[in-house]
């Protein structure tokens, strides 16, 4: 109960409301790179308690919304063979594909098991070895250790039929892409799960390079207003900065034992995003010296050029130019029980979060 008590406090939540919209003098855009604090915002009303001086938009912070159809063309490749167990997390299963989705594939026969992590996909290698356990490996900087330390224990027990189909994507570099193309934003709400690896220090070039202030931060009702409130007196003083609201998660330095692992699985590269196209080193892919694990190095994957529908608006909602209510499929043909772009497909999703809690502008 102290917890909830502390960040669901009615009465502070109250207080923090009013002094934000006291000390709101001008026009805010703020943007939040988290799913999580998409899900947050709609979930307890937040933006109902701000004036309309101050806007939140939601980014790029759904890790299967940024996952690009051909990715999953290529899991759809893979499942086509019986000698293949996909072996993934549950939200991936039901994002299109050009034309289908994992979840139609196991209809049809595919083997495709949900997994909470990839140790349980090893698990299965392990006790399966005459089939490869193909692993899709997709997430940030919070998901990524956990990949790589799975594919570190795959190389100390000599498991030669665990594969791993890596579309890992890395923030910083997307946020700057936002921010050289043009979208207007005077700050950055950012992933406090991400900052708990990397620390807040990766987002640091912002506020020097672009004069665009940053606050990691947490997930309750008390931990996004405080931060809405340090983004506002940034921009009331002229002094963007790194800030850390989840004080009690994230330092400016993060977790190097989990980036020591990440580095030694991992290097950087330049990774497709849905609604970005290619991002320069916005992504991961595995290390030569683990390449046996590389299912895109040892599997011999052969699909056609992917094609999204043209009358879904992903791309735009995740650059933060469109919200869900402006697509015309928004709740007229695509819903989460039939998605037809990945952002109403996961809880995260901005499509999805808009249509559960019914927001609307």
Known sequence: ????????????????????????????KFMEVCGGHTAAIHRFGIRSLLNSSIELLSGPGCPVCVTGTGFIDKLL???????????????????PGSASSLERQRASGADVRMVFSPLDALQIAIREPERAVIFPAIGFETTA???????????????RNFYVLCAHKVMPPAMELL???????NGFICPGHVATVTGSSVF???????????????FEPVDILQSVEMLVMQVNVNKPGVMIQYRRAVTEKGNEIAQRCMSEVFETC????????????????IRSVFSRFDAEQL????????????KCLCSEILRGSK?????????????????????????EGACNTYYRYRYER
Request: aromatic share 8%.
């Open 1 to 28: 109960m102290k917890f909830v008590d502390e960040y669901r406090n009615a009465g502070l939540i109250s207080d923090l409301a009013r002094k934000i919209n006291r000390e709101a003098s001008g026009s805010y």
């Open 77 to 95: 490749f893979l499942s086509g063979s019986q000698k293949n167990i996909i072996a993934t997390f549950g939200d991936l299963i039901r994002v």
């Open 145 to 159: 250790p956990g990949t790589a330390a799975t594919v570190i224990e795959a190389a100390k027990l000599d498991v």
């Open 179 to 185: 921010i050289k193309d043009g979208t207007s934003v």
């Open 204 to 218: 640091d070039f912002i506020p020097a390079r672009y004069g665009i202030g940053c606050v990691v931060t947490g």
């Open 270 to 285: 330049d990774a497709w995003w849905r609604g970005f196209g290619t991002v320069t080193k916005g992504g991961l892919k």
């Open 299 to 310: 599997v011999d994957i052969n699909v056609a050029e992917s094609i999204d529908n043209k």
């Open 323 to 347: 919200i869900p209510s402006q697509c015309r499929l928004f709740s007229a043909g695509c819903d989460p029980e039939n998605p037809v772009g990945a952002c109403m497909v996961s809880s």
